[in-house]
């Protein structure tokens, strides 16, 4: 069945470019390179579904709380952490009062010594980024010499894809990326976005699933009907929070296979948090959704 928009809004981790081998290898690789022992990579998806964690670089530093608390003989197991980070509301503040709840003050204030922020993120930028990048975008040296993992990540959308999308909808970008990272990525899959139809890191605090930038977004597309493609849980809470915040347009979260959630689990993980389409791949977009005269709205809207 095809849904009636008059604007898109993509997603660019694990819809646009696969990051299995570049984002989620960083985080891991980070607080293994500070601290000689870290999470597997496959334990990554369990904090994205956990909410708030739309910024990699937060990601990192709960799973690095995880393994320092770990140290001082915290017991739970991954899931049963970003379960209750999921429970105190998601995001990195919910990770460090689950873990100052867990241990005893003594112990809580070792872990919060142990935790160096600005180190694991020069660590992660090193790795991502690469050391030619790194000065580039980052400026000074690195503090380790790396050829950088943003270079292994794989395009996820065919140029026709893109041509079908351009031609039928305008198109906006909402992303947890760094807006020169951001522009790597689209230039590596040949995507142009006007700067103003994209919300990146650097121009709003508040992150995924907060529904500003969605909005915002909604506005500068002058749309009635907007459609948001992501691969998180989070990518969609934002479609449903812009349509509660919103209500005199429509909005559709749509939930993408080709991230960390995937297979019929993955699919029902989307519908829980409300999606109301969920695609195996962006390529599959094109024949989900059909273009509604631009300004018209339908009868709830009217």
């Known amino acids: ?91 990195l503040d919910a990770a460090e009062r689950t873990v100052a709840g867990a241990l005893g003050a003594n112990a809580a204030e070792r872990v919060r010594e142990a935790w160096d922020r600005d180190r694991l993120r020069d660590v992660f930028q090193a790795l991502y980024l690469g050391s030619d990048l790194y000065r580039g975008i980052e400026g000074g040296d690195p503090p380790i010499e ?64 907060d529904p500003a930038a969605l909005v915002t977004l909604a506005d500068r597309l002058d749309a ?16 449903v929070n812009a349509a509660g915040a919103d209500p005199d347009r429509e909005y559709v979260g749509i939930g993408v296979l080709t991230g960390g959630l995937t297979g019929e689990a993955g699919r029902r993980a989307f519908e829980d948090a409300g999606a109301e389409a969920v695609v195996a791949s962006v390529n599959d977009l094109p024949g989900r959704l059909s273009s509604r005269e631009r300004g018209r709205r339908d009868g709830r809207n009217a």
């Open 1 to 91: 069945m095809e849904m009636e928009i008059d604007a898109l809004v993509l997603d660019v981790d694990g819809v646009l470019v696969d990051v299995a081998d570049s984002y989620r290898r960083a985080i891991v690789e980070s607080i293994e390179h500070v601290y000689g022992r870290s999470i597997r990579r496959a334990d990554v998806q369990a904090f994205k579904d956990a909410g708030g964690f739309n910024d990699d670089w937060e990601l990192t530093d709960a799973a690095a709380l995880y393994v320092l608390a770990t140290g001082e003989g915290y017991r739970a197991s991954i899931e049963e952490y970003t379960d209750a980070i999921a429970e105190a509301g998601g995001s």
């Open 146 to 209: 790396t050829e950088g993992y943003i270079h292994d990540e794989p395009t996820l959308v065919d140029p026709d894809t893109i041509d079908a999308l351009t031609d039928r909808f305008p198109l906006g970008i909402l992303t947890g990326r760094p807006a020169a990272e951001a522009e790597i990525a689209l230039n590596r899959v040949g995507l142009d976005v006007p700067a103003e139809r994209r919300f990146t890191m650097d121009d709003w605090d508040a992150g995924k699933p």
């Open 224 to 239: 009635t009907a907007v459609a948001f493609a992501g691969d998180t849980l989070d990518d969609v809470r934002t479609a």
